[in-house]
C-alpha cells in the first residue's frame, strides 16, 4: 500500500469521539488540556508584537506567582491530574485555580500557534471545582449570598438600585435601546452610569430601563457557579425581551461580555439568537460620533492612554454553540470558527478618543489581545486583592512608561482597581472611564 493510501486508511480508521464546547464536563477538553505543547505563550506576548525587552509578559496570575502551576502550562496538567481523579482537593489547588484572571490573554496567545480552547478549559475546571463541592473561595460565596439576597455583588439594599439617576437624566418608558447600568454603575460607580444616561440623552436616543434590574451574575459565571449564573442568565435574558427593546446596552465591560457570549454560551444558543443586540457605549458613541448625532465640540487637553479591558478586547467575540467530533490528527468535524479575540472593540475607543479635541492619545506597548488584564475582574479582586494590586501595579509602570497624565478604560472593574493601585503609589495619574471623556467634550 503507498505511504497515502496508508495514511487514508489511518485516517478513516482513527475513531472518531464526540466533543463539544460545553464547560459543565471538563472531559470535553482533554485533548486541548494533552496537547498544550508548554511553550508558555499564553505567559508572553509574541515576540513580534513586542517593542523591547520590558512589558513582554500578558498573563497576571503568572507574574504575580511564577511557579509554573499559575500559567497556562501548569494549569493544563492539573486539569489533566483533576479529570483523572490523581489530585485531591486542597486549600493550595484552589488558590492555584482561583487565582487567575480568567483574562483569556492564554487562550488567544496560545491559539496563534494551536487551536487549543485553554479559556474554556479554565471555565470547565472551575465548573467541576463547585460540582465536586470544592469551590469557589470564601469570598465568592459572599458575593452568592449578596446576589441571591440584594441582586447585587456588593449586598447593598436592593431598593437603592436606581440611585444612580439623577433628576436631569430622562429615561423613556419603553424605548428601543435598554441601557443596563449593572451593578457598579448602580451603587459603586454612578459617574458611569449618569454619563452614560446624558451621552445618550445628547445624541437624542430614546433609552429606557428594566423595572427591575438585577446584577449580570459575572462572577457566578466566572467562578464555575454555572447553575446560579444560568438562572440569572434565563431571568435576564426575558425581562429584556419583555421590555421589547432591540438593544440592550451597557458601560460596564464585564456585564457587555456576559450578555454577549456567556448568556448564549449558558443557554445553548448563539449571540445572534439572543433575540436583542449587545451593545458597549463604545460601540454606540463610536457610531454617533460618525453618524453626526453626538459631536465632541469642547476640548479634553489631556496625553491620555487607553486601556483596552478584557471584557471589550479578547473576551467578546461571538458565541456559536459547537458540538461534534474529533479523530484523527486531532481534526474535527464540522469546522469550528475559533474565538480568537479578533472581533474586540479595539478601533472603536480608538476612533472616540482620536476624534476629541485636544486629546492626545498615546499608545501603551501591550495592547489590544495583547493588553495586561488590570487584575481585578471575574472575582479575583475580592478573593486575591494582592495578585489585583500587583496586575495593576504592572500596568501603571507601562502607563508611566508612555508619560501619559490619565489612563482610560470602559470597564469600572479596572477603573476602580487602577484608581486604588495609583493611590496607594502616591501617584498623580487621573484615572477615567471613557463615558466620562466623551461626556467632558460634549
Ligand atoms: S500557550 Fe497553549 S500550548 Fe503553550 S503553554 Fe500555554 S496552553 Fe500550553
Ligand atoms: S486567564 Fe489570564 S491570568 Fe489566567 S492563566 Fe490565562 S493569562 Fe494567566
Redesign the pocket.
Known sequence: MSRINELNKERYDTPKEKVALDVKNLKNFRYDMDHCIKCKG?YWVDHTYSPGMKFTT?????VWNDFEAY??AG?MRIGIALDEGQLPWSDKLLEVLYA???????DVGCKRNLDLEI?LT?EAMRVKAVKDGAGPMPAHKKIAQNIEKSHNQFGSPHGNRGKWLTKDIKVAEKADVLYFAGCSASYTNPEIGQATAKILNASGTPFSLLQDEWCCGNTLYSVGMIDEATAIARRNVEAVKAADAKTLLTSCAECYRMWKVDYPKMLGISTDDLGFKVAHLLEFADEAFAGGSLKPAKSVNLNLTYHDACGVSRLCDPWTPWSGERGWMGCIEPRLHRRRGTSGLYAQPRNILKAIPGLNLIEMPRLRENAF?CGAGRGTKEAFPDLAGSSARERLDEVREVGAEALVAACPFCKNNFSQAAKANGEKLQVLDISEVILASL
Not at 487567575?100 to 492564554?106: F, K, P, Q, V
Open positions: 499564553g500578558r498573563c497576571p496570575s503568572g500559567n497556562c494549569k487567575c484572571t480568567l483574562c483569556g490573554a492564554c479559556g479554565l488584564c
